[in-house]
């Protein structure tokens, strides 16, 4: 029957865990789409409850066809805390609650600690008031570059002219977005690939003359794209590199000047920009060349405004901008760069959630395990607690002698704990970031935390232990 209502409230918290966290973050509803009490999740959880009360009634059940009767009438006459085998039994279970908890913890603070450092890391540009809107251009209507160059000049003439823009442009696979920029062969004009070398790759990307500063993008060197740089111009097409291009193709020279053919003729490079997380936060950076939207096809792009006014309001204006210029267009997915940036940790985020709830639960049953354990032998232990008094003892003696019983079992599950979470840990090497598998903050707060709990779990059956009146206990018995 326990395990029956357990496994049933474990599927009602479960239901209201989901809504709660859909509820608390709605730009991760789609991971919860999957996440459903369906047939599978009623039978395993049949099943665990089954499994529960089998294993754990069992045993038990089994111990209580072997009762000495003479063993029994003898513990019961002492007032003793039952058989030394149950008493180890329930310490024992105590220890292995408190060791799983402080595993758990510890799991969870490294994840915690490397979302943090992760969420701290340089990106390479500034999402913060920067708004975003796709809107894709149809080939029927737009068919060649001037046509497409004339409706984003239109736009963007509009945008910048609005209240509170501080600048605006576009580009083509934003950062942390769903578009995914071509990663294709390039070659290096004057020097083609040697023999056996391998190809040379980089990723481009589409963009507007005053994107870089939009986006808070720096320039290292060089210059950004200016008006006189199109498609017919006589100085021919030109391109910016970022950092990471720079060194790896360009080591320990001046790469501007230089000309690069990336699935296109020649391009002169003009300026260096800093290097920019693409897909994920801390991912390794990738040689990315960009190229002016004058230059090339580009009927699928993102309008990018910079702006310190609200974001719905800012994506408002890009809908009437559009509008003016073409009313037929719709525009769609509209988000900060910021909540961009964001979702691409949401599934670190749900894990660290999830890992944190679950050592939060057993740090709690530890907690009432403490408790239990301490509270059912200190009253099974009322005759000696009164026999001590009667012959001297003080309260604060008999709460030492209480509390030392809880934080022995403590302290031997903080040590097979610590032992478990040092050889469980390496296994988390490769999903951390920033933070060692063994990091010595991390295993020193939770172990002091799981201590302190333990400790504050003995203190009420110490103090009621305290109170006990000898002459009380003694008839009692």
Known sequence: ????????????????????????????????????????????????????????????????????????????????????????????????????????????????????????????FAPGEVVAAQVSLPESKYNNVPKQTAFYNAVLERLSAMPGVAAASVGWALPFSDQIGDSSPFEIVGRPTKPGEPERHAEYRVVGGDYFRTMGIPLLRGRTFEESDHLQSSSGPVVLIDEYFATQFFPGEDPVGRKIQHGRGPATIIGVVGSVSQRQIGEPRKAVSYYHFRQTWSGWMAFVVRSSTDAAAVGALIRTSVREVDPELPVYDIATMEQRVQRSVGDRRLAVLALGGFAGLSLLLAMLGVYGVIGYTTKRRTQEIGIRMALGASAGEVVRMVVREGMLMAGLGILIGIGAALALTRLMEGILFGVGARDPLTFVVFTSLIAVVALLSTILPARHAAHVEPVLALRSE
Do not use: C, Y
Not at 32 to 46: K, S
Not at 74 to 88: H, N, Q
Not at 97 to 112: E, R, T
């Open 1 to 124: 029957m326990l395990a029956i209502l357990g496994g049933a409230l474990g599927l009602w918290l479960g239901a209201f865990t989901l809504k709660v966290l859909a509820g608390w973050d709605p730009a991760q509803q789609h991971a919860f789409d999957a996440a459903r009490l369906n047939g599978t999740v009623l039978g395993f959880t049949a099943l665990v409850s089954i499994v529960a009360a089998v294993a754990f009634g069992t045993l038990p059940a089994l111990r209580a066809t072997r009762v000495d009767l003479q063993n029994v009438l003898r513990d019961e006459s002492r007032g003793a805390a039952g058989s030394l085998g149950r008493s180890r039994l329930l310490r024992g279970s105590v220890v292995v609650q408190i060791a799983l908890a402080l595993v758990l913890l510890i799991g969870s603070g490294l994840m915690i600690r490397s979302l943090e450092r992760l969420l701290e890391s340089d990106i390479g």
